[in-house]
């Protein structure tokens, strides 16, 4: 594959305001939950792919892997503490946040005693999937329409960086673990228990988080996240294709070319930093 996108470290801060963390998306709470859901995963998913990759930094050798792979790094931390702030902002709204995580965490650290292979197999998996999540979210715009900005900008930050580094894991995993029958194996075994235990996990997260929130008995919202995900615009349902291109022996994550959407990252860098200007002048 020769497509190289180098990632950027991008330090941003996004103030989040906490009174809208159940509110934030104007298709209502569970909308607003969809999406807060998978923020409850990130800080202890992303911690996990820092320690998977440099796990092997001592195999590590092609110079120019190895200044993407600390970028990821540098990335991967941001995100980290971005989505830990997110967090506390639902914490605050009386969304038993910590408890969902302590399960991530004991998950984890179960995988964390598995072998340096399948650790870093299973990161592989878990960026496709949120490369996948990502590129839905770029690729329809209609899904930030009339959203808080700041939730907004978090979101497609988020989405930006998971694509422009979608490829480093991959490429370290080609390198240290290799290319043949086995590694494929591996990998794509990875890719299989991976999404079971992400959403195995993420679907009753998602129903307490629904049902804190007031919103266990709104058919109309159950009826509006079945059209976000599988219905219209049905970003789950589209997703599938570009999701099981990851069994192919030759898949390479560049096969999907969407570096149009980096593109977006420096208007939004702007963007985050008026929120400074707002917050200063506020004061």
């Known amino acids: 594959m020769t497509i190289q996108v180098d990632p950027v470290r991008r330090n941003l801060k996004f103030g989040l305001p906490a009174g809208k963390a159940l509110s934030w998306n104007p298709g209502g709470l569970h909308i607003s939950q969809f999406y807060n859901t998978l923020s409850i ?8 792919f820092i320690q998977s990759v440099r796990n092997y930094r001592q195999e590590i050798i092609d110079p120019h892997l190895k200044e993407q792979v600390s970028a990821f790094i540098g990335q991967e931390g941001f995100h980290t503490r971005e989505h830990e702030e997110y967090n506390e902002a639902l914490v605050a709204a009386g969304m038993p946040i910590e408890a969902m995580d302590a399960v991530v965490v004991r998950l984890l650290e179960l995988v964390k005693k598995a072998p340096r292979s399948l650790q870093l197999a299973a990161t592989v998996a ?13 690729r329809n715009t209609e899904l930030m329409e009339g959203v808080d900005p700041h939730y907004s900008a978090i979101w497609r930050w988020h989405a930006i960086e998971e694509t422009e580094h979608k490829a480093v894991c991959f490429d370290a995993f080609e390198q240290v673990v290799g290319k043949g029958i086995q590694a494929y194996g591996l990998r794509v075994g990875a890719f299989l228990l991976a999404n079971a235990l992400f959403w195995s996990l993420f679907v009753p997260f998602y129903t307490v988080m629904v049902t804190k929130g007031g919103g266990l008995l709104n058919l109309k919202g159950w009826w509006k996240v079945i059209n976000l995900t599988v219905g219209r615009p049905g970003v789950l349902r589209r997703a599938l294709p570009d999701w099981m291109d990851f069994f192919r022996p030759g898949f390479h994550p560049w ?25 200063l002048q506020a004061a």
């Open 126 to 138: 878990l960026e496709h999937l949120t490369a996948v999540l990502g590129d839905m979210l770029l």
């Open 41 to 48: 995963f990130f800080p202890a998913g992303e911690r996990f």
């Open 255 to 279: 096969m999907h070319d969407n570096r149009e959407f980096l593109d977006q990252a420096e208007a939004l860098m702007d963007e985050v930093a008026a929120f400074d200007v707002n917050r």
